[in-house]
C-alpha cells in the first residue's frame, strides 16, 4: 500500500502513527509518498491572503484520485468543507487535544501590554481582539519547530498553536497554558486526522478499522458547519463538538476580524445525531448573519 503525506515533521509523525496502527490490523508493507502541496510552496503570505481552497490537501488528493497511492494522511482542519465526489473520509482516528495553547515565557494575564504576539489565523487574531488583549499582532510562518524556536529565540513574546501539534511532536514543555474550548474556541476539525481514499478503494475494509467513532462524529457534526456556512480560513471561526458517552455538545462562535462578536451557540443532543445538530448551529448561525 501506498500513503501519501506532505513532508513537514508534523505531517511525517502523523502518518507513521498511522501506519503503525495499520500495521496492528494487516500484513501489508506500507510505503510513504511525500508530496509538496501549494501551502508548503508559499512561505511569504499570511493563509488568509490565499485564495486557495485545500492549499494543504488539494495535490495529495489528486494522488489520491490518479491512484498514485492508495490513501493520504491529512491534519482534518486542512481539508475543505467539500471532497471530490470520488474521494470520501474512510476514518477519523482517535482525536487528540483540540485545545488551543499559548506557547510564550508569560502567562495569558501576565502577557506586558504591546507584547508582540506571531499569529497567521485570523480566528487566533480575532479572540486576540475579542479578550481585548492590547497586544501587537504581527504575522508568523513556518512549521512547528519554527514557530517555537521564534519564541525562545525571543522574536516574539507569545504565540498561539494546536496543543495536538505540539504534543504530537514532543514539544509539550513550551505549552505555557491551555486555553478552554469556551474562551479560545478551535478551528474545526483541530486536533484531528482524517483517512482519504477513493470510494471504490479495495482497501477501504482495512482503512475503515482505524476509524475511532466518537472522534468521526464530532467531525461530523464541525463539518456540517463548515458546509452549511461555506466559510473556511477567511473567517474567525471556532467550531468545537465533543462526545461524552452518548451525548454529543457543538458549540461555535463566529467573529469579525476585529473581534466583535456575530454568533455564538452551543447545543447538546445524542451522538448519533451528531450531523443534524451541525446543521440546527449552522441555520442559526445564518439567521445571525
Not at 494543504?56 to 475543505?80: G, M, N, Q, Y
Not at 501590554?113 to 513556518?142: M, W
Not at 478552554?180 to 477513493?198: E, K
Request: charged letters at 25%; proline letters at 3%; aromatic letters at 4%.
Amino acid at each position: 500500500m501506498q500513503v501519501g503525506t506532505r513532508g513537514s515533521s508534523l505531517a511525517m509523525v502523523q502518518t507513521k502513527n498511522i501506519i503503525t496502527s495499520l500495521s496492528k490490523i494487516t500484513d501489508e508493507e506500507i510505503d510513504i509518498t511525500v508530496i509538496k502541496t501549494t501551502g508548503d510552496k508559499i512561505k511569504d503570505s499570511q493563509l488568509y491572503n490565499m485564495d486557495v481552497k485545500g492549499i494543504f490537501t488539494k495535490e495529495l488528493d489528486r494522488a489520491v484520485l490518479e491512484e498514485e497511492v492508495d490513501f493520504a494522511v491529512h491534519s482534518l482542519k486542512d481539508l475543505p468543507s467539500e471532497l471530490d465526489d470520488d474521494l470520501k473520509i474512510i476514518a477519523v482516528p482517535l482525536r487528540e487535544s483540540p485545545h488551543d495553547v499559548l506557547v510564550s515565557p508569560y502567562k495569558w494575564d501576565e502577557l506586558p501590554e504591546g507584547a508582540t504576539l506571531g499569529t497567521s489565523s485570523i480566528r487566533r487574531e480575532a479572540f486576540c481582539k475579542y479578550h481585548q488583549k492590547n497586544v501587537d499582532i504581527q504575522p508568523i510562518r513556518g512549521n512547528i519547530d519554527t514557530r517555537v524556536n521564534k519564541i525562545v529565540k525571543g522574536d516574539y513574546q507569545a504565540t498561539l498553536m494546536a496543543e495536538a501539534g505540539l504534543r504530537r511532536l514532543g514539544l509539550s514543555e513550551h505549552i505555557q497554558q491551555r486555553f478552554p474550548l469556551d474562551y479560545i474556541t478551535p478551528a474545526a476539525g483541530q486536533g484531528a486526522l482524517a483517512v482519504v481514499a477513493r470510494k471504490d478503494s479495495g482497501k477501504i475494509n482495512i482503512l475503515k478499522a482505524l476509524n475511532h467513532k466518537n472522534s468521526y462524529q464530532e467531525i461530523m457534526a464541525e463539518k456540517k458547519v463548515l458546509e452549511v456556512l461555506g466559510v473556511g480560513c477567511q473567517w474567525p471561526l471556532g467550531v468545537c463538538a465533543r462526545a461524552q458517552g452518548d451525548e454529543l455538545e457543538l458549540q461555535t462562535i463566529l467573529l469579525t476580524r476585529e473581534g466583535e462578536l456575530i454568533s455564538k451557540h452551543s447545543m447538546k443532543g445524542p451522538i448519533s445525531q451528531a450531523e443534524n445538530i451541525g446543521l440546527e448551529i449552522a441555520n442559526r448561525m445564518g439567521d445571525d448573519c
